[in-house]
């Protein structure tokens, strides 16, 4: 079976206060339906920004593409990566969450400005970072 991956970065409107328990939330629904759609991936919060990779069946990935593009949770979604994928990076995972992340959050800044200006939008070390992040966990 063919892997589909998307990778993005957005913005959080949940209010601070509530960051740790709407995070829990997610990463508590995430997980169950992952597994149950065979898609593995990684989500980090830094500051007020999300960042998260999935990677799965292509179905699959535009189902949950879908339903977090329009989540009244975070704006401004930018796509950093999409597509075939050559083999998983968290396939021991259904969603790596290990806390906020602050020390992302300059890399997170780093690679969305580096995506306006390099069209190839090269995301190699913030993938890194995510794994990292997850391998800890």
């Known amino acids: 079976m063919s892997t589909t991956c998307w990778f993005y970065v957005s913005r959080s409107l949940i209010a601070p206060a509530s960051v740790e328990a709407e995070i829990?939330?997610?990463?508590?629904i995430s997980r169950p339906r992952?597994?149950?759609?065979?898609?593995?991936?990684?989500?980090?919060?830094?500051?007020?920004?999300?960042t998260q990779y999935l990677e799965?069946?292509?179905?699959?990935?535009?189902?949950?593409?879908?339903?977090?593009?329009?989540?009244p949770r975070h704006a401004d979604v930018?796509?950093?990566r999409t597509g075939p994928a050559d083999s998983r990076h968290f396939a021991l995972w259904s969603?790596?969450?290990t806390g906020?992340?602050?020390?992302?959050?300059?890399?997170?800044e780093k690679t969305l400005l580096?995506?306006?200006?390099?069209?190839?939008?090269?995301?190699?070390?913030?993938?890194e970072l995510l794994t990292q992040m997850a391998a800890k966990g």
């Open 34 to 50: 992952n597994a149950g759609l065979q898609v593995s991936g990684a989500l980090a919060f830094a500051r007020d920004m999300f």
């Open 56 to 71: 799965g069946p292509a179905e699959a990935i535009e189902q949950l593409r879908g339903s977090i593009e329009h989540d």
């Open 100 to 108: 906020p992340a602050s020390y992302m959050a300059r890399a997170i």
């Open 114 to 127: 580096a995506s306006l200006h390099d069209p190839r939008r090269d995301v190699d070390a913030l993938l």
């Open 78 to 80: 930018v796509t950093i």
């Open 95 to 97: 969603l790596a969450y």
């Open 24 to 28: 829990e939330r997610i990463v508590d």
